[in-house]
């Protein structure tokens, strides 16, 4: 008998789910079992795709949520202005909100952003502003911010949805933590790139009261200031930052992991050669962290690692041998072990690099 059709009503419906509307189609994302080359079989790890929503990553969530809360609050008027810094994907997720609820959206962003990624926000009805020089202190990030606070000054309807300390940007990762639980049960282990914190912070506080010993695993970019390194020239985007986000955070951590580029290329392209499922910078610095999770607990360990979005907008750099060979990103295969500091502050960290000991940068002294 076909599978579907042996399926219970109910089940039915999940599997072959009909949308009326392109906002209704958030979520629901499925999970794969990740193993070799990474681990062995007996303790492999589960990757969420969150490529599959509709605009490609895991950033629809908080776009249509922090739309949807900041219309009921009134915070957002009927056909006001959205305007927000991004450096891709919570734009894509802010255009389909934008559709959704009839907000025209501008999207601030800088020269990184891929150029696939701005034909797209312009294709969905968005304005890209591009920023041209980065803020001498904050970086592109702060560029982007002071941007964003001359839109909305010129045009006093606007709404700046500020994705870096908004907790409704936290709040809407709970339906993702949901979802792990039902197709995974408890989980053990949490691995999360960590960028704005909205994810890593809402995803773990609803699996932590399932599983109060969830062990929780921050997953970095070289050159991010975060998790109390120092600002850095970052060739990775969608992780990291140069400025401190609110939301992150902090204590629900037990432990961080930097990644560097060469090591998330290595990671992305076995994942495509080896599960056919892949993505951007974000998801290969994931699977190393995960698969070290995998090999160092045992078998049995229940490891969830949330992949942020997949491969389409990264075709021109990860994917693209000329790029990749432009910097020096091929041909270095990731140690199975990482480097370890006992500290943030203790060195400058370039490469695949764990540390234990999480420390706010805003409140302690390093």
């Known amino acids: 008998m076909n599978h579907v059709l042996s399926m219970s009503p109910t089940a039915r419906q999940r599997r072959l789910a009909r949308f009326d509307r392109p906002g209704t189609m958030v979520g629901h994302t499925p999970v794969l079992h ?13 990757a969420k795709l969150e490529a599959a929503n509709p605009g490609g990553s895991m950033k629809d969530r908080p776009a249509v949520h922090m739309v949807e809360r900041g219309r009921a609050r009134g915070a957002l008027r009927p056909g ?30 800088d020269p990184g952003m891929e150029p696939i990624v701005q034909n797209m926000l312009r294709s969905y009805g968005a304005d890209v502003d591009l920023v041209t020089e980065p803020h001498p202190v904050g ?13 909305t000054a010129a045009d006093p309807g606007a709404w700046c949805p500020n994705q870096y300390n908004n907790p409704d940007n936290v709040e809407a990762y709970r339906g993702l933590a949901e979802e792990l639980l039902d197709q995974l049960g408890a989980v053990d282990v949490l691995v999360c790139s960590v960028g ?26 070289v050159g991010s200031t975060i998790f109390g390194q ?32 060469a090591e998330a290329v290595w990671a992305c392209r076995t994942l495509a ?20 999770a995998a090999r160092n607990n045992p078998s049995g360990t229940t490891i969830a690692a949330v992949f942020p979005d997949g491969p389409q907008r990264y075709f021109d750099t990860v994917y693209n041998d000329d790029y990749c060979r432009e910097h020096s990103l091929l041909g270095v295969t990731p140690p199975r072990e990482p480097a370890v500091i006992n500290h943030p502050g203790a060195r400058v960290v370039e490469s695949w690099t764990r540390c234990t000991s999480v420390v706010d940068p805003t409140r302690a002294a390093l």
């Open 80 to 109: 006001a202005r959205i305007v927000e810094s991004t450096s891709g994907s919570l734009g894509l997720g802010l255009a389909l909100a934008g559709m959704v609820y009839g907000h025209p959206v501008t999207v601030v962003t």
């Open 34 to 46: 990740i193993a070799a080359p990474f681990t062995t079989d007996d303790r492999g790890f589960w």
């Open 139 to 151: 970086g592109w990030q702060q560029a982007r911010k002071d941007r964003v606070a001359q839109l």
């Open 230 to 261: 120092p600002a850095g020239k970052r060739l990775m985007r969608g992780l990291g930052s140069s400025i401190y986000p609110a939301n992150v955070d902090y204590a629900a951590f037990d432990e961080v992991h930097w990644v560097g580029p």
């Open 196 to 221: 704005t914190g909205g994810h890593s912070a809402g995803v773990a506080r609803v699996l932590r009261s399932v599983n109060p010993d969830l062990q929780v695993i921050g997953v970095d970019t």
């Open 273 to 292: 050669a080896t599960h056919y499922s892949s993505g951007g910078w974000s998801v290969g610095a994931v699977a190393l962290a995960a698969s070290w």
